[in-house]
């Protein structure tokens, strides 16, 4: 198991980076991350999957192997795809966490608990930009234009973020244990996680999560999860998240 490199790579909400393999990502803010910890296999390992129905296996990768991946994926033969294995750690927003954490087949979470720890959170307010006006024809989501006034919105946010942490900082000073005093921090309060998944289960994110429908912000992290992925799994995440209708 290995993560190749310390460098670190942008994904924007738009689309992914193309950069050398990289085990981590950061968010607009600087905040929020995603980083590789450990990959278990490669594209072989989907193959050799696939090939022990016939008891075969191959030791390297040819045209006739990256063929057997397109149509497994094309198929939906998705049982090869679950051997590949990847560990993350990811910090993220809660509002965009528990989106995220819908995700459970194929995954396994274990996330830091303000129970135990009470060091200075982490919290999100949106950028100018990103504070987008409400569509009316939508149930859920967004237009792509801000609200008017959006600049002293965000310093209005920023500040009861500021108001939320300073009162929690209190609550402790006052002996309140934190599993009580944590209630009054915002949605917007960082978490962390390590995640281990299949590589099914990322591709099924990345879908899912990368869709024009989803929010901006879980897009951003599930195309990070894609540049920082498909240098590992090339032709695997290739034939998972390419269209085959």
Known sequence: MSSDSSATVSVSDAAPAVAPVSSKWLSEDRIGSVEVLEVFGSDLTVVNAAR???AKHVDEMTTRDEGLIRFLAKHDHISPFFHPQVRLRIKMPIFVAREWFRHTIGLARNEV?????????ELWAPSVEGLRERDPKLKQGSKDTPIEGAEAVVEEMRGWNDRALAYYKELLERKVAPEIA?????????????????LAAYARIWQLRT??????????????IEALLMPHFPVSWKALTTNHD
């Open 52 to 54: 022990v129905s016939f």
């Open 113 to 121: 608990s303000r129970r135990y720890v009470d060091s200075d959170p």
């Open 211 to 224: 869709d024009p429908g989803a929010q901006r912000e879980i897009q951003a992290y599930a195309r990070a």
């Open 182 to 198: 944590r209630a009054v921090l915002p949605q917007g309060m960082y978490t962390e996680f390590i995640e281990t998944g299949s």
